[in-house]
Nanobody, 121 residues
Framework: QVQLVESGGGLVQPGGSLRLACTAS????????MGWHRQAPGKERELVAR???????HYADSVKGRFTISRDNAKNTVYLQMNSLKPEDTAVYYC???????????????WGQGTQVTVSS
């Protein structure tokens, strides 16, 4: 069994910052790409940022220059530093990770339960 647990969400004023964290635990042999997605009310889930196992990153155009994704492989943790937050960043943020549980096993796509980020004055 593998679990992804997010933390760090909350209420912040426009222009403020938040840092999300997501830690994977359980039977883990290796973790490939990790990422953050978000889903706002009435909208589809969208990719926010992704980071490969060797540190290559990709960002949605809407967050480039404001958000930074990073990871600590020793801690099986991915972070999302969010600066200059806007009301349109309000959403539930989900982390996901491609995890291989045992050698020679296929990679599974795992998701966290989500953490609410609200940007409002």
């Amino acid at each position: 069994q593998v679990q992804l647990v997010e933390s760090g969400g909350g209420l912040v004023q426009p222009g403020g910052s938040l840092r999300l964290a997501c830690t994977a635990s359980g039977s883990i042999f290796s973790i490939n790409a990790m990422g953050w997605h978000r889903q706002a009310p009435g909208k589809e889930r969208e990719l926010v940022a992704r980071i490969s196992s060797y540190g290559s990153t990709h960002y949605a155009d809407s967050v480039k220059g404001r958000f930074t994704i990073s990871r600590d492989n020793a801690k099986n943790t991915v972070y999302l530093q969010m600066n200059s937050l806007k009301p349109e960043d309000t959403a539930v943020y989900y982390c996901n990770a491609g995890i291989t549980r045992y050698p020679s096993w296929p990679e599974d796509d795992n998701w966290g339960q989500g953490t609410q980020v609200t940007v409002s004055s």
